[in-house]
Each structure stands twice: as C-alpha cells, then as structure tokens.
C-alpha cells in the first residue's frame, strides 16, 4: 500500500499515468487471465485519478481519508485477482484431469531438484513443461547453492535423502540482477553479503571476464561461471558425496535460462560421480 505522505498521492495525473503503463503492459501479454488482472488494476487506478481530481476542488482535510480508502480498496482489488486467478487455474486443472489433485494429493515423488533464482521471470515449472509434483524447487537470490545455507543444505538433504531424486539442476538465468547487483560496487545491506560467493567468482576469473568488451556480455559471462561453480557445490556436498558412495543413481548438471527467447542452454558441466569433480 502507498503511505499517505506519498508525493504523489493527490495527483490524478500520477494515477492515469499508472494505469496506462499497465494497459501497455496488458497489451503484450497472451495470458487472458494476466490481460484481465492488469486492466482491471488499471480501471481502478482511473477511478483514483477521477478521485483525486474531485477531492482536488473541495476541502483538503477529506481528501487524504478518502483517496487512502480508495487505494486501500485496489490494494484488496490486487489480490482479490489473484485469488480470482487461482480459481479458474483449479478448475481449468479439473476440467483437463478429474483427478489431478486427488493424484498429487497422494503423493509427492519427483525425479528432479530444481536449484534457480528466485526471479519471478524464471517460473521452473512453467519452463520445463510439467506439472506441480514433478520439480522439487529451491530458490534463492542468483541461484546460489551456498555450504553455510542452512535452507539449501535442508532442501538438498530432503531431495536426496528422502525423495531420492535422479537429477539436480543448477538452473541460472541470463541477465541475473544478483549476478549484476554482485558486481556493480552498490551497496543494498544483508544482500551483499549473500551475493559474496558471485564477487569470489569473478575474481577467480577475472582474466576472462576483462577480456569482454560488451558489458551485457559479460555479465551473462559471470551468469554462466556463476551455475559452475553452484555446480560443483553441490557436487562436492557431503549428501551427494554419500548417496554416490551408497550407490545411488544421482547427476548434476548447469543449466542457463534466457529470458529473451525462452530457452535453456546446458552449460555440458555434468557430474554424475566423485570421479568427476
């Protein structure tokens, strides 16, 4: 929610201005249910701005209590389209397969750890094409598969030990904002110190690195040499080490996403055993 000593809170060109940008935005989308949420957030915003422009002519001391009450009503507007949203996925789902959640209710058996970033452009489910209950999913900010993670090591554990996965993907995207935020000499608090292993790895391969001219290049470079050494993280972490040595069928591969065309790219850095690392 705005607070209500928003600049632009009283200014019913802030709030057109706003809902354009989402009408622009609904325009480019093909998901009909996304279309919808997007215009319907937008006609809430022209109601603010007509609003505003109301409350504009009258006495100043209402003006704030009204338009906050407005605002507080598209906030609810918000997620009351995601709820919405929700819905018609479920019954989408049943309309396709009666017994689609009667099956994932009875059991959780995926062959896959899925080891991505948490941005949301890089859906793991929707980009490989299956179902809930087939990925098992962890996420984090770049993709980061950190031995002093206690949330990684649990999830890894649980993967191997328990659901007994066959394939570990460390699955990175081009034009990471961790990987960029890493590198950029920014200073955001908390997250640099979680972004330390990225900086680690580019001075590992700093010679490499200066070698691009092209920025975006190189940054997509550091995105890649980012998935390899997660890689080999995860490799070389005690629970993998273990269930290799007890005989369990288990590989980890590197993955990279690209946003701009959809498409995963395997960065061929497989390990399927110690005598690999």
Request: aromatic fraction near 8%.
């Given at each position: 929610m705005i607070a209500l000593t928003?600049?632009?809170i009283n200014d019913p060109k802030y709030w057109r201005e706003r809902a354009e940008e989402l009408r622009s935005i609904a325009k480019l989308l093909d998901d009909t249910d996304a279309k919808r949420q997007m215009r319907a957030?937008?006609?809430?915003?022209d109601r603010l701005a007509e609003h505003t422009q109301q409350q504009s002519?009258?006495?100043k001391s209402g003006e704030a209590s009204a338009a906050s009450t407005l605002i507080k009503g598209a906030d609810d507007l918000m997620l009351d389209q995601l709820k919405e949203s929700n819905r018609s996925w479920a019954a989408r789902m049943v309309s396709e397969n009666a017994d689609f959640f009667r099956r994932l209710e009875r059991q959780q058996a995926p062959k896959y750890l899925w080891i991505g970033c948490?941005?949301?452009r890089v859906p793991a489910n929707t980009i490989v094409g299956v179902d809930p209950g087939e990925l098992f999913v962890h996420r984090n900010v770049a993709n980061l598969a950190s031995p002093q993670d206690a949330n990684y090591l649990s999830v890894l554990q649980f993967a191997v030990?328990?659901?007994k996965v066959k394939h570990?993907?460390?699955v990175g995207h081009y034009g990471c904002g961790g990987v960029s935020a890493a590198v950029d000499d920014e200073r955001r608090g908390l997250v640099d110190h979680w972004l330390h292993p990225i900086r680690e790895v580019c001075r590992a391969h700093r010679s490499e690195l200066d070698d691009i001219v092209d920025t975006r290049a190189r940054l997509d470079r550091l995105c890649e040499l980012n998935v390899m050494q997660q890689v080999r993280n995860v490799?070389?972490?005690v629970f993998v080490l273990n269930a290799w040595a007890r005989g369990q069928k288990l590989a980890v591969h590197g993955w990279i996403y690209s946003i701009s065309d959809g498409l995963i790219r395997d960065l061929n850095v497989t390990v399927?055993?110690?005598e690999e690392l």
């Open positions: 928003h600049p632009y957030i937008a006609a809430s915003y002519k009258e006495n948490s941005d949301s030990d328990v659901l570990i993907m460390v490799a070389s972490d399927s055993g110690p």
